[in-house]
């Protein structure tokens, strides 16, 4: 993956991490599902996408 | 106790050690003190049950109680576990570092850790207040509020500035060489998962960081306070609240902590001296 998606998708996930846990402060005493929305983000998503291409 | 530096110290001890230091112990030791006690010390319910410490900052920093988990005795003891068991000097090592930086970090509030357990003194900076006792949102308003913050604030602008530890160079050239555990992991996952898996914790330290600060001063109404030892607005806890009420005030009770201590000592050198002496 080229360096400048990948830290595209790195904001992204980190944007939607802080959005959501302001909105829900329970989210954030969570590591795991921290780890599970960074993974998902930007492992996950963009492999799924690759192969349904 | 600390919110975000347990997150980020480990990135600034890996940048500073290179190869002789493995990074998932070293973050497993980071995190090692509170894993199994932070859930109880503020309450978690459940189909009507509800499990809490009767009193939080005995249990978590406290003796009797888990306090010793935030020892430097404790790293040595489980480092040395470590190594009995999987034979790795830098896994030991690592842990032993990691949990060490907790158990110092934690030394900077006002409740303060053992250090020296099983000498049961709790040594404590008391450069904010520890609040745990309060619930979770409370003591996150409060250390997001005081001095915490700012201490949190100074590893993570210490990581920004260490970028390069997160680059996917530094994983290869660095992080995967030192720990066998990315090798067997590369089996199972690519690199891009690897590389998140080993960016998590910065990924949720500095994440975390912004949210805390954004819920605790624009969502709710904390006020800052960054005098030494606050916010005074919570009723912080001091480490003279720990450990005082369990003991006897009897001269044979009050040296019982630095005997039991003398007599591991005592006990750990002579079987270390029969040891060699064998060997001769």
Request: charged residues 15%; positive net charge; aromatic residues 16%.
């Amino acid at each position: 993956m080229p360096l400048r998606g990948e830290r595209t998708l790195y904001a992204l996930a980190a944007a939607v991490y802080t959005g959501l846990g302001v909105l829900v402060p329970e989210l954030l005493f969570s590591w795991i599902e921290a780890a599970v929305l960074l993974l998902a983000v930007v492992w996950l998503l963009p492999a799924g996408l690759r192969r349904l291409r | 106790m600390s919110w975000v530096a347990h997150d980020i110290e480990p990135y600034i001890i890996q940048k500073h050690l290179g190869r002789r230091i493995a990074f998932v112990p070293l973050l497993l030791g980071s995190y090692a003190p509170d894993m199994a006690t932070k859930w109880f010390v503020y309450g978690v319910g459940a189909f009507g049950i509800s499990l809490k410490a009767d009193d939080p900052a005995q249990f978590h920093r406290g003796f009797p109680g888990v306090g010793f988990t935030h020892s430097l005795a404790f790293g040595v003891v489980v480092a040395g576990l470590i190594y009995l068991i999987w034979r790795s000097r830098i896994w030991a090592l690592s842990f032993m570092v990691g949990q060490w930086a907790h158990a110092l970090t934690d030394a900077l509030d006002t409740v303060g850790t053992m250090l020296l357990f099983p000498w049961t003194h709790l040594f404590a900076l008391g450069a904010w207040a520890y609040a745990g006792q309060t619930g979770r949102y409370t003591d996150a308003g409060a250390y997001f509020s005081g001095l915490g913050f700012v201490w949190d604030g100074v590893w993570l602008v210490w990581g920004l500035l260490s970028w390069r530890v997160l680059t996917r160079t530094y994983f290869r050239e660095t992080i995967a060489p030192a720990d066998p555990f990315w090798r067997k992991a590369a089996q199972f996952l690519p690199e891009t998962a690897l590389l998140a898996i080993y960016r998590i914790s910065f990924f949720y330290g500095a994440c975390r960081w912004v949210a805390w600060l954004i819920w605790a001063h624009l969502v709710r109404s904390f006020a800052f306070d960054l005098s030494w030892g606050g916010p005074k607005w919570v009723p912080a806890l001091r480490s003279r609240d720990v450990n005082a009420a369990a003991s006897c005030p009897c001269p044979s009770c009050c040296s019982a902590s630095p005997k039991l201590a003398l007599s591991v000592v005592v006990a750990a050198a002579g079987r270390l001296s029969r040891r060699r002496s064998g060997r001769r």
